[in-house]
């Protein structure tokens, strides 16, 4: 009988893949970074034939490992249009360790939020469920958000309290579902998986304008108004429940600047302009607004690459306006911030069985 140790790393693949399709730790870390229904091995030939290898090199035949830290959050702005006033929700998330890997156009990634992590206890138990998901291919990026938050507090400390405390509203809820879908014109030269991935290495710097659409849906509810009591009563009066859904186009830009190869800082901006219905609900009354939202998607990248090695720095935020209800502004920000260690290697032997294995799998 062979011993157990020897079919380790096989062995381990294979919970590893199991496990990202059922487990919920760091949700939304399952990510398919090609948006088709092709086998791995048609997508690897169609990237190397579309890819200009002068400006980034790809690595289909290397398992990509990463080691990470990792922070996930969606707050709820509220303002007035008149003034300077406004309120910020945050919610009091985990700071979660972990590792993934990427192999081909499969990437998994497992972390978890250790207490070690985490000490904030003034800012109140934010219990959620955040699906961030972002799928990069050659020519496409797809980006979908499941926000499920119970529990926010008010940012900066001591806003809204007598204490100097953090005004924690424990019946503050959000709930967003989103998808945003672009065309990447300039896919030859710019990698997206490059900064965000690292299982390409982008070797001179290029930019390309990105097209496409979004549609957003979400609820925002409290059991009482958001503002709080401390605040002057002159104030606009905000509903305890607002239901919105929006669609339109968004088109942007993005460019990578290398540096002597091997740094990098990428930048994308993308900007619609979307119809936006919202029923807002307060002391027993519906005022429905519809009209055009303004929506912004900021990613930052930053990092140092080399052929078998990177180290990155992401950065992402997507703000959804809401139609505005007599001089109130809403707004509902998800953004993800992650530190990386990336290592590119080949595996051993039992490894690369079990990985030809899942490549006859899906051709």
């Known amino acids: ?38 086998s791995f091995t048609t997508v690897k030939d169609t990237a190397r034939n579309l890819s200009d290898t002068t400006y980034y090199k790809t690595y289909p035949d290397l398992i ?3 080691f990470y830290f990792s922070r996930k959050s969606t707050s ?15 919610p009091n998330t985990t700071l979660n360790m972990g590792v993934g890997a990427t ?16 000490w904030d206890t003034d800012k109140g138990k934010t219990n959620y469920l955040d699906l961030q998901a972002h799928f990069y291919s050659t020519k496409l990026t797809i980006d979908f958000f499941g926000q499920f ?20 509203r424990p019946d503050l809820k959000i709930r967003e579902i989103g998808l945003s879908c672009q065309y990447v014109f300039n896919h030859r030269r710019f990698s997206y998986r490059a900064a965000f991935l690292q299982n390409e290495w982008q070797r001179k710097s290029a930019g390309t304008f990105l097209l496409g659409g979004e549609s957003y849906a979400g609820i925002a509810l409290a059991d009482s108004n958001i503002i709080p009591k401390t605040i002057p009563k002159e104030k606009p009066a905000v509903a305890t429940e607002a239901r919105f859904y929006e669609f339109g186009p968004n088109a942007g830009y993005a460019y990578t600047l290398v540096i002597a190869r091997h740094f990098y800082i990428t930048g994308s901006l993308s900007m619609s302009l979307d119809y936006n219905r919202t029923d807002y609900f307060a002391d027993g009354k519906t005022i429905t607004t519809e009209g055009l ?16 090695s990177a180290i990155s720095f992401t950065f992402t935020n997507n703000k959804v306006s809401l139609a505005a209800a007599n001089a109130n502004t809403v707004s509902i920000n998800t953004g993800n ?4 260690y990336v290592r590119r290697f080949s595996g051993g032997p039992k490894t690369r069985k079990v990985l030809k294995k899942i490549d006859s799998f899906f051709e």
């Open 76 to 90: 709820l702005l509220v303002g007035d249009k008149s003034s300077d006033f406004e309120l910020d929700y945050k």
């Open 103 to 118: 192999y081909r156009n499969f990437t998994l990634n497992l972390a978890y939020g250790f207490p070690f992590l985490n």
């Open 64 to 66: 990509t490992g990463r």
């Open 293 to 308: 939202s303004p929506n912004t998607n900021l990613r930052i990248f930053c990092g140092y690459n080399t052929e078998r």
């Open 337 to 340: 911030v992650r530190l990386n």
């Open 149 to 168: 938050y119970n529990g926010l507090y008010l940012d900066p400390k001591g806003k809204g309290t007598l204490d100097g405390s953090y005004y924690v």
């Open 1 to 38: 009988m062979t011993p157990l140790k020897n079919k380790f790393p096989a062995l381990l693949i294979i919970i590893v893949l199991l496990a990202g399709c059922y487990l919920p730790l760091d949700c939304g870390a399952v990510m398919i970074n090609n948006a088709s229904a092709n």
